[in-house]
């Protein structure tokens, strides 16, 4: 690992001093490491620090097989392994050609919003502990491991799936998916109001997060803001609705957004994005095709010469991947484009002024996952 080098500021007030947050902090999520100058209690300067978990993940896929490469996609995004491997199934089936039958479209649309739903829950959680509250924790995990059940039930693993293939999947839904994903979305509306009840629209919750964090609009998408951070800036971008996959086009749903581009803002889209991944799901279960789970691809898979970028909406934002193809069997450059990264870059403008406190509030409403920062 690279030894980070720590930029003092040029010049520090007699009242002024650096506070380490992190790489072991809790309410940094993971290993990062965010160098703060502070005036007392309140933050005047913000450098985030990575390379603590660094594993060079993209020069390893530049060493595999295409074939060999989506175990490592899990991983990228552990809390939605699922978008993270569409994206990459998605871009190698672009550059070869290759044309899915609609049942796997729909398969791929159920197991993203199905991750969406369970990453949400994840972020909805933490976000208590941080905050304070522990009860809202348990009640979150008692969806999500439905959701995890059903994960497991279709590909045999909960957290790192590797399910999707380039083509289509590993195995077909078994006969049981459906019956228990309905049983799943029946009550997933009501729990999620649950939810705001117990924490987002609390007086305490709303006094900790109206106003706190704000960016405004223009700002958000010059610094390439993206997902639910950008859209609490009242930025109704989506990558399933502006450039469509996997026969997004067809399912009805809205795109929530916020007004003011605080905390609170962005916590509550994602409180509405699970209403309408689950307006998402009943869709895709009602239409559901019959057909092929997969399509004949080569044993060997050879891309031609040429570049391609496919991307998805995660629940973070825009998640995409660059391949550069030189024919062979191994990308010649490989590059994944993760929303947290550019997420985080804007903390700096969100958090000058206020309380340590609040900072802890700023960087939960992000939803950071480290790996997607450092790759």
């Known amino acids: 690992m690279e030894e980070t080098t720590l930029t003092v500021p040029a010049r520090l007030t007699s009242d002024e001093f650096l506070l380490n947050m992190g790489p072991q902090h809790p309410s940094t999520h993971g290993v990062l490491r965010v160098v703060l100058t502070m005036d007392g209690e309140i933050v005047r300067d913000v450098q985030p620090h990575i390379g603590y978990i660094h594993r060079g993940v993209e020069k390893l896929c530049e060493r595999r097989r295409y074939d060999q490469i989506l175990p490592y996609t899990d991983r990228i995004d552990y809390t939605s392994p699922m978008n993270a491997n569409l994206a990459f199934v998605l871009a190698v089936e672009k550059l070869m050609g290759i044309q899915v039958t609609s049942k796997v479209d729909f398969i791929r649309v159920i197991m993203a919003e199905l991750t969406r739903i369970a990453s949400h829950l994840l972020w909805f959680a933490a976000f208590c502990l941080d905050v304070g509250a522990f009860t809202p ?32 999947f590993m195995y077909d839904l078994p006969a049981d998916f459906f019956p228990r994903l309905s049983k799943l979305l029946a009550h997933i509306d009501r729990r999620v109001a649950e939810y705001e009840t117990l924490l987002i629209d609390s007086v305490i919750f709303i006094a900790r997060t109206r106003g706190v964090g704000v960016i405004d609009r223009e700002s958000a998408i010059s610094l390439g803001m993206t997902g639910p951070a950008l859209r609490g800036s009242n930025a109704p971008q989506d990558v399933r609705r502006d450039r469509p996959y996997c026969g997004y086009s067809a399912f009805r749903f809205e795109i929530p957004v916020g007004a003011h581009g605080d ?53 973070r934002g825009e998640f995409g991947v660059y391949i550069v193809s030189d024919g062979s069997d191994k ?34 409403s992000l939803d950071t996952i480290v790996p997607e920062i450092d790759r």
């Open 137 to 168: 924790f348990m009640y979150a995990f008692r969806e999500r491991e439905e959701i995890l059940a059903l994960l497991e039930l279709a590909s045999g693993a909960r957290i790192t799936t590797s399910y999707l293939r380039i083509g289509g």
């Open 263 to 315: 905390s609170w803002d962005r916590s509550k889209v994602r409180m509405n994005e699970m209403r309408q991944s689950a307006a998402i799901l009943r869709q895709a279960a009602e239409g559901y095709p019959e057909g092929d789970f997969k399509v004949k691809v080569p044993r060997v898979i050879q891309p031609p010469a040429g570049e391609v970028y496919a991307s998805v909406e995660g629940p």
């Open 331 to 364: 990308p010649y450059r490989f590059k994944m484009r993760a929303a947290s990264f550019s997420n985080l870059h804007a903390v700096r403008e969100m958090v000058r002024g206020l309380k340590i406190a609040d900072l802890v509030i700023v960087l939960s």
